[in-house]
């Protein structure tokens, strides 16, 4: 399981992140949130992603891909943005065939928006950050919703 060191967005003290904890990870100085990426496979995936309190970002990617390598850091740069409201989340498909058979994942990258284990959100292709943002948000905001992309009504909520 690898977390990583990450620079916080307000004060710029590098702080080290681990891939998985109970509640959001803050920086040691100035104590505001900071960008939560994470890496798992087959064996911690449901440590690192399912068990997160966050809603996660899933980037299903392999090393070969081209368009991979070209949302992988707009997928970052989100992670920044959402500091404390999302955690990424990136799973190497060619080393975690478990988790890309769960997913039935056909083409990568595929992305899924994950509440406690449900995916709420489903996108395959790499798309520009603003589509990346809005698509992010959307999930966000409204839980069940992105799956229906395209549908006429919104669904009351009550
Ligand atoms: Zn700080």
């Known amino acids: 399981m690898t977390g990583g060191v990450v620079r916080c967005g307000h004060c710029g003290t590098a702080n080290r ?48 891909c081209g368009p991979c390598r070209t949302v992988s850091p707009a997928l970052e740069q989100l992670a920044r943005d959402l500091a404390g409201k999302i955690k990424l989340v990136k799973v190497n498909v060619d080393t975690s065939p478990q988790i890309s058979q769960r997913f039935a994942v056909q083409a990568i990258p595929t992305l899924l928006v994950l509440r406690h284990g449900q995916v709420t959100a489903r996108q395959t292709g790499a798309v520009p950050l603003s589509t990346l943002r809005t698509w992010v948000d959307q999930a966000l905001n409204n839980p069940g919703l992105a799956l229906f992309r395209g549908a006429g009504r919104r669904p009351s909520i009550k």
Do not use: I, N, Y
């Not at 087959?42 to 068990?51: G, I, L, P, Q």
């Open 17 to 64: 992140v681990p891939a998985a904890a109970a509640g959001t990870p803050r920086c040691g100085k100035c104590h505001q949130p900071l960008p939560w990426m994470a890496d798992a496979d087959d064996s911690t995936f449901a440590e690192v992603a399912e068990a997160a309190r966050l809603p996660v970002v899933v980037d299903l990617w392999a090393p070969w």
